[in-house]
Nanobody, 125 residues
Framework: QVQLVESGGGLVQPGGSLRLSCAGS????????MGWFRQAPGKAREFVAT????????YYGDSAKGRFTISRDNAKNTMYLQMTSLKPEDTAVYYC??????????????????WGQGTQVTVSS
């Protein structure tokens, strides 16, 4: 099974950019559909984006469309989330997730078997 570790979170001003990384280990990374979710205080965990096994297909939640880009490098066992034009409402803990099952896209939390510990993103002036 795969273990996931997120990094790259931090404090950024509104309108700024940030790139999150999710490093996988302990499994064959290319065998997993990968996804990003986020959870703001007092709110449910929200789907952000997902990418298929080889990286050729992506799918975004409404909050991410046009501003965020998901990508992966299977040779480095790493997935990325490039975030631009950040807004205060993007403030949340961002989680990466992985699943070996069939089907794409996967936009529900229950569709993923493996999760990272999360990385905090704070958008504030």
């Amino acid at each position: 099974q795969v273990q996931l570790v997120e990094s790259g979170g931090g404090l950024v001003q509104p309108g700024g950019s940030l790139r999150l990384s999710c490093a996988g280990s302990g499994g064959i990374f290319r065998n997993y559909v990968m996804g990003w979710f986020r959870q703001a205080p007092g709110k449910a965990r929200e789907f952000v984006a997902t990418i298929d096994w080889g990286g050729s297909r992506t799918y975004y939640g409404d909050s991410a469309k046009g501003r965020f880009t998901i990508s992966r490098d299977n040779a480095k066992n790493t997935m990325y989330l490039q975030m631009t034009s950040l807004k205060p409402e993007d403030t949340a803990v961002y989680y990466c997730a992985a699943d070996r099952g069939l089907g794409f896209p996967k936009v529900q939390k229950w569709q993923y078997d493996y999760w990272g510990q999360g990385t905090q993103v704070t958008v504030s002036s």
